[in-house]
């Protein structure tokens, strides 16, 4: 099973992490801008958790687990801490 992250997934994060921010300009910093994925994927876990009772979203949430991962693993690289989303919609 193939599970996309699609680029307007990723837009629409910036956008609300814009609009957080009291601002219309969509450029954020850097660090924001590398914690949107990561939330954007947490949220696409717990819906397909959501429906586990499908053996296919439990693979999907698996497999996005792994990237969410990968990427929280890179964050900390790039900035020194650990990725906290508990703030990100």
Do not use: C, F
């Not at 850097?30 to 397909?48: G, S, V």
Request: no cysteine; proline share 6%.
């Amino acid at each position: 099973m193939v599970v996309r992250l699609s680029a307007s997934d990723l837009e629409y994060g910036r956008r609300i992490a814009a609009i957080k921010a009291r601002s219309r300009v969509v450029r954020l910093s850097p660090e924001i801008d590398d914690l949107i994925p990561i939330a954007r994927l947490e949220k696409r876990i717990r819906e397909l958790l959501w429906n586990r009772d499908e053996p296919d979203n439990v693979l999907a949430a698996r497999i996005l687990v792994r990237e969410q991962s990968r990427l929280q693993l890179a964050y900390e690289r790039r900035h020194g801490r650990p990725a906290d989303t508990r703030h990100m919609p």
